[in-house]
């Protein structure tokens, strides 16, 4: 048996204490404490990146990458849980890929929850830097050849011709679609969420911009009844205003971080590869040779920090990166909550939100 006291956040800066009990691999007692003693660190169920391209230079698609380093950093930065994200790729090497991503699941750090397949479905015209030439429109063969297990996560574009099959379709095979690289109008974007698509891939980037008298798919995720929506706050694909204002409309219910981190992260400036294609990294970011941005350097801990500063709400952000995308890979039962019977997955933090300790089913797996 394990005992952790520490600090909740209730906003405005107020905090209160609580004390955990972990046997195993779970948690067995949560007493909430009046008094919240300032020299304990703050405690946040374990933060979940549905969206991560690998780092240290392994690349999540690339079949011939060494990514055993991964989870240990992603841990690092407070990450418990994650979607190994497979960017568009030569449609003949995915079932290579796929099956060299299952070797995450050994892996010590944090836990491999499953793939997200972001592409090849996408919209040509909001590709960002994905390959034109092995983009495709999606059919109920491709789906079931492509969403096989372990992916939980597939982003589209709705309005090509066969989304709405293909949602409707990855849904019964418990797979998320998620929409994204898209030019869908509202319209469009409103019979996508009919159909069942289940959120909303790097808010407002690879999308059209929000316009008052079209307001797209940006617009449609941003109403209250709409699937959640990743955000990738680094200060660089989104200003800041933009995030107080989504968050303001949708809240920690509605959005979730993400970082979009390229195989690059946590290396120094210089020349790499995504995929397959080329990017140039500074100290701030990745970037296409004709300087489309490439995903992100960003690092959930970051994420944390940054969304703290911007909204105001370290109590609702926290959710947002633990709760929100539990519900929304339907493991609410499991995880993404300090209650007694869910797996002990944890971050504790300074003030300073510097990741102090993170465990993973009741094992402390990174300790600064």
């Known amino acids: 048996m394990r005992r952790i ?40 169920p374990g933060w979940i990146d549905l969206q991560c391209n690998g780092a240290l230079g392994g690349d999540f698609s690339d079949p011939e990458a060494d990514f055993d380093e991964v989870p240990s950093f992603l841990a690092r930065n407070g990450v418990t849980g994650y979607l190994a994200t497979v960017v568009t790729t030569a449609p003949e090497s995915y079932p290579a890929v796929l099956a060299r991503l299952r070797e995450l699941d050994n892996i010590p750090g944090a836990r491999f929850l499953g793939i997200h397949l972001e592409g090849p479905f996408l919209s040509p015209g909001h590709r960002g830097a994905h ?52 030019g ?41 009844a709409s699937p959640p929506s990743g955000l990738i706050a680094d200060g660089i694909h989104l200003h800041p205003a933009m995030v107080r204002l989504a968050w303001r409309a949708r809240g920690p219910d509605g959005l979730f971080p993400v970082t979009d981190a390229v195989p690059a992260v946590g290396l120094p400036p210089g020349e ?35 969304l703290a500063a911007w909204t105001g709400d370290l109590a609702g952000v926290l959710r947002a990166a633990s709760e929100t995308p539990a519900r929304i890979l339907g493991l609410s039962k499991r995880r ?26 009741g094992r402390t797996v990174h300790r600064r």
């Open 272 to 306: 790499y590869s995504l995929s397959g294609q080329r990017i140039w990294v500074d100290v701030e970011t990745a970037r296409m040779e004709d300087g489309r941005l490439a995903g992100s350097l960003l690092t959930m801990d970051r994420a944390i920090a940054n």
């Open 5 to 44: 006291e520490g600090r909740l956040p209730l906003g405005a800066g107020a905090f209160e204490g609580v004390r955990l009990e972990i046997e195993g691999v779970h948690i067995v007692a949560v007493e909430r404490l009046p008094m919240a003693d300032p020299g304990l660190p703050i405690v946040s």
């Open 131 to 182: 390959n034109p030439g092995w983009l495709m429109h999606p059919d109920r063969t491709k789906v079931e050849l492509l969403a096989v297990e372990p992916v939980r996560m597939v982003t589209l574009a709705p309005e090509l011709d066969g989304a709405l099959e293909a949602i409707s379709r990855l849904r019964e095979m418990g797979v998320v679609p998620s929409a994204g690289h898209s």
């Open 336 to 361: 993404g909550r300090l209650v007694p019977g869910l797996d002990a997955d944890l971050v504790l933090f300074d003030d300073g939100l510097n990741v102090l300790e993170t465990i993973v089913g």
């Open 184 to 224: 869908a109008t509202y319209e469009e974007a409103r019979d996508a969420f009919a159909a069942g698509l289940g959120a909303g891939t790097h808010l407002f980037n690879a999308m059209p911009p929000l316009h008052h008298r079209e307001p797209g798919l940006a617009g449609a995720l941003l109403e209250s």
